[in-house]
């Protein structure tokens, strides 16, 4: 009877058993194809963004997009595979979105395929992964609407963040090939071409890596500085730097906004990349940096922009290499946070960090008729430097103003003109009335006659690549991956000005930057602490050496020092007072390096230990009211 209960026993279990395989084996049969997922991130970046969904809802034909994967290739490493599924896995969700528009075909190039003709046809080329193997494996994509095609060469993991952005656009730009038009008039080598820094390099330099992804969407054209008029096309002009801008070029664009194009201008007090490309030979040149700026359009604006001194920030900091190798803060290498974007504007609302290296302010009230809106700006431990004393980084005796300086600022409403004697003229003063009434004139506009917007940027060196991404060739494909959003930035504000806006708020998630924010607070403060106490030394320092070359000032080169006794021992009392205050300055700055790092240190030790802390405490607690439970039954 016992024998026949155990019997029973393991049989029951063993049915139980199997009839669990069963069900789970068969709900996974039947979930596979479903696609049940929850977003846990604070900003959802594994959640198809709000931009997305509008464009694949609207889709009215059918785009297919080619995912072209070796994944039956020995070759193929293996976190290509682990990267190659989370790639299928978002191409399912625009499949899901887009109600049928959206064709997803997935195809291995095996050698001697018509895979692998298809992925050649599509611009999709096999890479060498191994350097002695002839293996090549395809990791890439081709989107297609009727007879447009974009493709993507090759998916780098270093770009996964940016893989929906890449997605979306590529959709974007085969649903609608015609691609709107866009100016760039700039006093920077930004279309590339000569540059005696790269001599070595056969001396020419390529386009900057936001014309290249400009040009992506949009047409874009290269306006010379002395253009005296801007083609009937152009809908968004972009002025990077108008060093040298003439009178003709200024009226061209005064007329250009009246008649409703739209103007960004990167203005600057002290441009690196100006001074990196003026010519090595002539210091003259390639140490001024001279400023740009708009001053006829400005003043009519009720703006104005200086540019003799740039803005310094302690809390915005950068620390950079210094002339040792060690690293140096840098008060007007600015590093922005969010808390310095205005998140109200659709341009700059999803803008993480940004990085501007020597940017300028604008002051001023706007003309009557026209709004200013601030999108940039500094905090109000920040002062205005002179632009020379800028570029030796930390100035000792800085002292915040307590205010906020305005960085970048975009106008709105109708724009009066800044010639309202219309087009500049060469003609000498000394010319006759009679022979000027005799040319009839040209009208000009005076007025806009619509709301429009003009987006002013106190610095022209964002725009570089240098400041906002690391650029490696990965496979033979060069893959732009970004650290900043400068480039983000600009892009939207084109984009919000002459297409999709939709693209903005997916490109502004590519970026995931988590900085320490309190960690930064915490030195600022311990800097502000120690700061007075350096600054007094260095000042004692600086005295101790005025007072001993005194006691040597009327000495001549090569000629015996003989001090009367008072003047020695005046001169030892100097020289060790001198080696005292060497030594507390040097102590002070060890205590505040020591500072620094106890607070790094604190913080990590809480990161470590604070979850192991929890749920020791939560199951410490858990054990306790079991046992209670257990003991009052």
């Keep these: 009877m016992k024998n026949r209960k155990q019997l029973e026993t393991v049989l029951y279990s063993t049915l139980g058993i199997v009839i669990m395989g069963v069900i789970f084996v068969v709900l996974n049969v039947v979930a596979r194809p479903l696609v049940w997922r929850k977003d846990m991130t604070e900003n959802k970046i594994y959640t198809l963004s709000e931009g997305t969904r509008r464009i694949l809802s609207s889709l009215d034909t059918p785009v297919q997009i080619r995912f072209y994967f070796s994944r039956s290739s020995p070759s193929t490493p293996e976190d290509l595979k682990a990267y190659a599924v989370r790639v299928e896995d978002l191409l399912n969700e625009y499949r899901l979105h887009a109600k049928g528009n959206v064709e997803i075909k997935k195809l291995d190039p095996v050698p001697d395929t018509e895979a692998e003709d298809s992925a050649n046809l599509d611009g999709v080329e096999g890479q060498l992964v191994q350097p002695l193997s002839d293996d090549r494996i395809y990791f890439g994509l081709a989107v297609s609407c009727l007879d447009a095609r974009v493709t993507i060469p090759f998916l780098a993991p270093a770009r996964e963040r940016l893989l929906e952005y890449d997605l979306t656009r590529a959709i974007a730009q085969v649903v609608k090939p015609e691609k709107p038009t866009i100016g760039i008039m700039s006093g920077l080598p930004v279309f590339g071409g000569f540059n005696p820094m790269m001599m070595r390099m056969g001396g020419r330099s390529e386009p900057w890596v936001f014309v290249q992804e400009l040009r992506a969407d949009f047409n874009v054209k290269e306006i010379p500085m002395s253009a005296e008029e801007i083609d009937e096309d152009v809908q968004v002009l972009l002025v990077v730097y108008p060093k040298g801008i003439t009178k003709e070029a200024e009226f061209a664009i005064d007329q250009f906004v009246l008649r409703g194009g739209k103007l960004i201008a990167f203005l600057d007090p002290l441009s690196i990349m100006d001074m990196r490309s003026s010519d090595p030979s002539n210091p003259f040149q390639a140490a001024a940096g001279a400023g740009a700026s708009l001053d006829r359009l400005l003043k009519a604006w009720g703006l104005s922009f200086d540019v003799n001194r740039v803005v310094s920030d302690r809390t915005y900091l950068t620390e950079v290499g210094g002339p040792d190798g060690r690293p140096q803060q840098n008060l007007s290498i600015l590093q922005l946070p969010p808390e310095a974007v205005d998140t109200n504007d659709v341009v700059t609302s999803e803008i993480g960090r940004l990085f501007l290296p020597f940017c300028g302010s604008f002051s001023g009230t706007p003309a009557e008729g026209l709004k200013q809106a601030v999108l940039l700006r500094s905090s109000s431990n920040s002062d205005l430097t002179d632009r020379m004393l800028a570029q030796f980084g930390n100035a000792p005796e800085f002292n915040p103003s307590g205010k906020e300086y305005a960085l970048a600022v975009k106008l709105t409403g109708r724009f009066k003109t800044a010639f309202p004697d219309g087009k500049p003229s060469d003609e000498p003063d000394n010319v006759s009335t009679n022979d000027v009434d005799a040319t009839p004139k040209e009208t000009w506009l005076k007025e806009s006659a619509s709301d429009n917007v003009v987006i002013l940027v106190g610095d022209a060196d964002m725009l570089h690549e240098q400041f906002y991404a690391n650029i490696r060739n990965l496979f033979g494909t060069r893959v732009i991956m970004p650290f900043s959003h400068n480039l983000t930035l600009v892009q939207n504000m084109v984009e919000q000005l002459a297409g999709d806006e939709n693209l903005m708020a997916i490109r502004s998630r590519g970026v995931l ?100 802390a929890v749920v020791t405490l939560a199951g410490v607690t858990l054990a306790v009211v079991k046992r209670k439970k257990t003991a009052a039954r």
């Design 513 to 612: 930057t988590r900085p320490f924010t309190k960690l930064r607070e915490l030195e600022a403060e311990a800097e502000k602490r120690f700061a007075s106490k350096i600054e007094e030394l260095q000042k004692s320092e600086q005295e101790f050496a005025q007072k001993l070359n005194a006691l040597l000032r009327d000495v001549e080169p090569g000629q015996r020092v003989i001090l009367s006794e008072d003047a020695r021992k005046e001169r030892e009392r100097l020289l060790q007072k001198q080696v005292e205050v060497r030594e507390a300055l040097r102590e002070t700055r060890r205590n505040l390096k020591k500072e620094k790092q106890g607070l790094q240190v604190r913080i990590e030790w809480t990161n470590i230990l604070l979850m192991p």
